[in-house]
């Protein structure tokens, strides 16, 4: 089911807005944003983690990244150091094939991320990086949790931010809000461009679930399914 929900948000492009709509307006993958403009990515996340000023573990755990993996890296006691810089980014991004990188975290060479356009999401950016030595690994329990919520995970990357749907939630009803998601999208956009109608009453009073006369025929046979809330898991 992961697949064919990945497939769906790929192929129509449904971006984090959307998701975290189909999500009951949750999944945010806080504080992390693209350090290019402009890029849409999806994929399954694979988690990576550094910790106490040092990312070798880092530089391990990426050998195994798989292609189109969107890698997560979460960072504990890095004291503001960047995790990743141009050279690891260049082996996940290019040789490893993932789709992105996102950094709980901050990121350094940023000029050259930007040049080659890199699919990076970050906390943000410091040319201090951390030390490529062993140290203490990220704690245990800690990690534990983090991959019970993230191993194996959708998440969608784009100008807003990182959304993540979790792994419990890789279900044929996330898929069907998803669907769903996207059919209102299009009633919502008709009314507004098409019928002129305010927005009180495209999303408020959803006035198209009755007034089904001034709707396309592509629509008519869809509009029972959109009195269903999207708001609730």
């Known amino acids: 089911m992961r697949q064919k929900i990945l497939d769906f948000i790929i192929q129509n492009r449904v971006n984090t807005t959307e998701v975290a709509d189909a999500l009951g307006k ?7 944003f693209p350090i290019n403009p402009e890029q849409f990515r999806a994929g399954k996340v694979k988690c990576v983690f550094a910790a106490n000023e040092s990312n070798y573990d880092v530089h391990e ?78 704690p245990a329990d ?35 809000k998803l669907q769903r998601l996207e059919t209102q999208e299009d009633v919502w956009f008709f009314c507004l461009d098409a019928l002129k109608w305010d927005t009180k009453k495209i999303v408020c009073d959803k006035a198209y679930l009755n007034e089904t006369e001034q709707l396309p025929e592509v629509f008519k046979n869809k509009v029972s399914e959109l009195s269903k809330p999207l708001d609730k898991i």
């Open 26 to 32: 949750r999944g945010l993958f806080s504080g992390v």
């Open 61 to 138: 755990q990426i050998i195994s990244v798989e292609k189109d993996d969107i890698v997560m890296i979460f960072a504990h006691k890095c004291e503001g150091r960047s995790i990743i810089g141009e050279l690891m980014l260049k082996y996940v991004l290019l040789y490893r094939r993932a789709a992105a990188v996102i950094v709980e975290g901050t990121v350094r060479d940023v000029a050259a991320i930007k040049r080659e356009k890199f699919s990076v999401w970050s906390k943000g950016v410091s040319p201090i990086g951390c030390f490529n030595i062993q140290s203490d690994p990220y």
């Open 142 to 176: 800690l990690k534990s949790q983090i991959l019970k919520q993230y191993e194996g995970a959708v998440a969608v990357c784009d100008d807003g931010g990182v959304v993540v749907i979790s792994p419990d939630l890789h279900t044929a009803d996330m898929l069907e």
